[in-house]
């Protein structure tokens, strides 16, 4: 029986430009945390070998510190640690994967054609992205050995992919004789897929950095039978997760409507609320300040209506009822976000001609 700590796409000293600058900083801080998180559970789970499917570091801009706090951790852990470099984090003789830091316990495959490394307990194949594009499988011309030792493989690549990023058919994987393929690339985790005798994953990525990346994030802990069966876990390792929840306001108070939808979910976490149903207008910067230690960070989106009542003088002979007879045709007319923001405007527009306010 094997066992695998498989990752991808940890992207190492990634902007987080949608954050502060003080709150990227640290989530950067806490993408190296994540490193040790890594290394801790290889050893503790007692991992035959550690397979990293590229895309470690964000660009070829990453600290040498970063690379340095890497490779010190991978060199903590008890097993193999192999990696194949993807298109963030390409290998080429100017690249951190080229300098001198890295334990002898890590294997860096360093050319875009398959190469093979045979373990005591397995047969290890790799290659890397050599450029941010790969326009061949890298799964080209595969075909395992059959030694009696389960054969796998780590790389990066992009399953029935149509761009430039290593794309790999499903026959490509059918035909390689693996036991497992572990990829890098995209984000999510994919779930167990099986072509042919040939079991493949992406684990998705550790750390969300945006809104595309949602919940739970981590590594997967895979097991290879002595029959060649694969099984995979989730193991969730991320310090944040990103979520986007709806807040209805149709006859509430919005900031308590506010701060109960947000007491129910963790404070470490990176938040949009979306405020959706029935409402007068809102002042999203006095909410999200009142609604502030309930999230790490709190985005909110107004995306609510314009109260039934509100249209009840629209057949007065005023500057109100012309108004809001305009305002009507303008948003029977209107579709999919116009209409939104068009009854946004409708609040807005109330509010200064009723109560002689700016608008915001």
Known sequence: MLH???AADLHLDAPFAAL?????????????????KLADTANERGADLVLLSGDLLDSAQTYRETAQVLAEALGRIDAPVAIAPGNHDHYSPASL????????NVAIFRDSRVQKIDLPDCTLYGCAFTGPFRDDSPLQGLRAEDNGKPAVMVCHGD???KGRYGSISREDIARSGLAYLALGHI?????????????WAYPGCPEGRGFDELGDKG?????IGDDNTVT??????????YEIIECDLTGKDPLAAVKETLSRGSTDDICRLILTGEAQSLDLAVLARSAEGLRWALTLRDHTRVPQDLWTREGEDSLTGFFLRD???RIDAAQGEEKAVLEKAVRFGLAALENGEDTP
């Open 232 to 241: 995979a876990e989730l193991l969730p390792l991320c310090r944040r997760r």
């Open 219 to 223: 590594a997967l802990w895979v097991t």
């Open 159 to 161: 399953v029935e992919g």
């Open 187 to 199: 984000h999510g985790y994919s779930g167990l897929q099986k072509e042919g005798s040939t079991y």
């Open 97 to 104: 994967y080229a300098a001198p830091i890295w334990p002898k």
């Open 327 to 329: 305002m009507r045709k």
């Open 4 to 6: 695998i700590l498989h």
């Open 20 to 36: 502060s600058a003080e709150q990227a900083r640290q989530r950067r801080a806490e993408q190296r945390l994540l490193l040790d």
